[in-house]
C-alpha cells in the first residue's frame, strides 16, 4: 500500500500545545482535572469548579480567579477546550454581559489525556505474551461464515471484538519482546540472580511458543479456507454499521472508513499467512521468541560453566603450587613455567601458503618456506607511497619539438601550392589529398564558428572565411579518397591591418 502524505498529517495539531509550552504545569493540571470530571460523567464545568479543586493544592496557593481565566482562554483557543455561555442563571443585563460560560473537554483532549496516563504508567503495566488472545481470535474467525448472513449490528459487534483482541496481541508482543531486546534485559541475563527465576522464565516463553503454533496453523486453516464472497458480506456490513452510527459535528468520510476496515483485514491476513512473499508475523514471533530461549539457555550455560571451572580448577592450582615449590632453582622453574603455562606473547600466524605435500607427518622444518606480508592492524594504516625520482625528458621533448616543426614546415609548403591571390577558393582546388582536406576543413570550421568569421592558423596567421557570393552556390572538393559536396566558401587570408 503507497504511503501517502494528506493535509490530516501536515497539519499543526494545537491541541497538543499545552504539554510544551511555559505554563504547561498549569494547563495539565486543568486538563487532567476536567478529564477525571469526564470519566464520572460530569462533562460541563465551570471556570469556579475548576479554580476551587486546584486551589486545594500547595502548587496553587498563589493562583487567582483572573490567572484560571486566561488559562481556560489559551485552552479555548487550542481547541482543547469547548465553551457555552450559560444564561440558565441570568437574572439582569451586567450578568449576560459578564458571559458566565460552562466548559466541556473536546475529543482530541480526552485522547491526549488518556496517552499521557499511559505513558505515566508505562513502567508499571507490563506486557506480557498470551496464547488465549490467539484462541479468541481462532473462535472469533470461524464465526465469519456466519456472520455474512447476520445483520450490520451483529457484524459491527463482531468485528469489534475481533481488532480488540488482535490488536492487544499486536502490541502486547512487540512490547515484551521490546523489553527483552533492550540493554537492560542482555545484561540481566548475564547475571548470576537471573539463574534463580531462569527456568521459571524460559518455561512461560515454551508455553507460549506451543501454543502460538497451534492456534497459528489452525488461524492459517481457517483464512485460507474462507470464500471470498463472506468475506466481502462482513467487511461491507462492518462498513455499513461504522456509517450508520450517528456523530455529532463530524463528517464521515466512507472512503477512508473502507480503507480503514479493509486495511485491518489485511494486516490481520499479514499477520498469520504473509504478503508479498514475506514471512509472517506469527513465524516471525515463532523465530524470535526460540532466539530468546537459546539465548537465555547459552548465558545460563556460560554462567554455570564459570562458576564449575573454578571449583574444579582449584585442586590443580593447588598441585601446580606444589610442583613450582618443589623446583630446586629458577631456571627448572622457567622450564615447567613453559610446559603448565606456554610461551609467552607466542603470535600465531596463519597463511594460504601452497604446499607441497599433503603428508600429515610432514614436519615444519621440511616445509617449503613461504613470506606473509604483516600490515598494522590500525584502522588509518596507508601503504607507504613507492618514491620515484623525477625523470628528465629534455631529449624526448627536445626530439619531439623537432617532429612537430618539420611537420609544420611541410604543411605550410603544402598548404601555400593552393593559396592564390592569398585566398584558398574551395571551387578551384584541384585534387588534393586527406591531410590536406582535414586541415582545409579544421580551418574552415574555426573560422565559421567565429563571431566575426575570422581565425588563426597553427602558424599564426589570421584568415576570414567568406561565403559564396551567391547563397546556394556550391561545389565538390575532390579527394584522393573521395569527393566530398560542400557550400563554395572561399578563405582569405588577412594582412597585419586587417588582423584586428
Not at 196 to 203: G, L
Not at 412 to 435: R, S, W
Request: neutral net charge; charged residues 35%.
Amino acid at each position: 500500500m503507497k504511503f501517502e502524505v494528506t493535509g490530516k498529517l501536515t497539519r499543526q495539531i494545537d491541541e497538543m500545545r499545552y504539554l510544551t509550552v511555559e505554563n504547561a504545569w498549569r494547563y495539565r493540571s486543568i486538563l487532567r482535572y476536567f478529564y477525571i470530571q469526564y470519566e464520572k460523567m460530569k462533562y460541563w464545568l465551570y471556570k469556579e469548579d475548576v479554580y476551587e479543586a486546584l486551589k486545594e493544592n500547595e502548587e496553587f496557593k498563589e493562583y487567582t480567579m483572573e490567572m484560571c481565566k486566561q488559562d481556560l482562554d489559551a485552552l479555548l483557543l487550542w481547541k482543547n477546550l469547548s465553551a457555552i455561555q450559560d444564561t440558565a442563571k441570568v437574572s439582569t443585563v451586567e450578568e449576560f454581559k459578564n458571559k458566565q460560560f460552562r466548559y466541556q473537554l473536546s475529543e482530541y483532549s480526552v485522547e491526549i489525556e488518556r496517552l499521557t496516563i499511559r505513558l505515566e504508567n508505562l513502567f508499571v503495566e507490563t506486557a506480557s505474551l498470551e496464547p488465549t488472545l490467539l484462541e479468541r481470535l481462532r473462535e472469533e474467525l470461524k464465526k465469519l461464515s456466519q456472520m455474512a448472513k447476520q445483520g450490520e449490528k451483529e457484524v459491527g459487534s463482531w468485528w469489534s471484538s475481533l481488532n480488540s483482541d488482535f490488536k492487544r496481541l499486536n502490541q502486547n508482543y512487540q512490547d515484551y519482546i521490546r523489553d527483552l531486546y533492550s540493554i537492560k534485559a542482555e545484561e540481566m541475563m548475564k547475571t548470576r540472580e537471573f539463574m534463580i527465576f531462569k527456568d521459571k522464565f524460559i518455561e512461560y516463553l515454551r508455553d507460549f511458543v506451543k501454543g502460538l503454533q497451534n492456534h497459528a496453523n489452525a488461524i492459517e486453516h481457517i483464512l485460507r479456507n474462507l470464500a471470498f464472497e463472506d468475506i466481502d458480506a462482513v467487511l461491507e456490513k462492518a462498513i455499513a454499521y461504522e456509517v450508520s452510527i450517528p456523530r455529532i459535528d463530524i463528517e464521515l468520510d466512507q472512503v477512508g472508513i473502507k480503507e480503514n476496515i479493509y486495511g485491518r483485514w489485511d494486516s490481520l491476513n499479514a499477520w498469520f499467512l504473509g504478503s508479498k512473499g514475506n514471512e509472517s508475523e506469527a513465524a516471525k514471533l515463532m523465530d524470535i521468541t526460540n532466539d530468546i530461549i537459546r539465548k537465555i539457555t547459552r548465558y545460563a550455560a556460560q554462567i554455570s560453566e564459570s562458576r564449575n571451572s573454578a571449583i574444579n580448577r582449584k585442586e590443580e592450582y593447588r598441585k601446580l603450587a606444589e610442583l613450582f615449590d618443589q623446583c630446586r632453582d629458577i631456571k627448572e622453574a622457567h622450564k615447567l613455567s613453559s610446559l603448565a603455562f606456554g610461551i609467552f606473547n607466542m603470535k600465531h600466524i596463519k597463511s594460504d601458503h601452497f604446499r607441497e605435500t599433503e603428508s600429515i607427518n610432514s614436519h615444519v622444518f621440511e616445509e617449503t618456506p613461504g613470506t606473509t606480508m604483516l600490515k598494522p592492524r590500525v584502522r588509518g594504516y596507508q601503504e607507504k607511497a613507492e618514491r620515484r625520482p623525477i625523470c628528465s625528458n629534455k631529449d624526448k621533448k627536445e626530439a619531439m619539438m623537432k617532429r612537430i616543426q618539420l611537420e609544420r614546415q611541410i604543411e605550410e609548403k603544402t598548404m601555400g601550392n593552393y593559396v592564390i591571390d592569398h585566398c584558398i577558393d574551395f571551387a578551384t582546388l584541384p585534387v588534393i589529398e586527406q591531410h590536406v582536406r582535414t586541415t582545409l576543413l579544421k580551418w574552415l570550421s574555426k573560422g565559421i564558428s567565429g563571431a566575426d568569421k575570422k581565425g588563426k592558423t597553427e602558424d599564426g596567421r589570421f584568415y576570414q572565411v567568406e561565403l559564396p557570393i551567391e547563397r546556394n552556390q556550391r561545389c565538390v572538393l575532390r579527394c584522393e579518397d573521395g569527393n566530398l559536396e560542400m557550400p563554395a566558401y572561399i578563405i582569405r587570408f588577412l594582412d597585419s591591418k586587417e588582423e584586428v
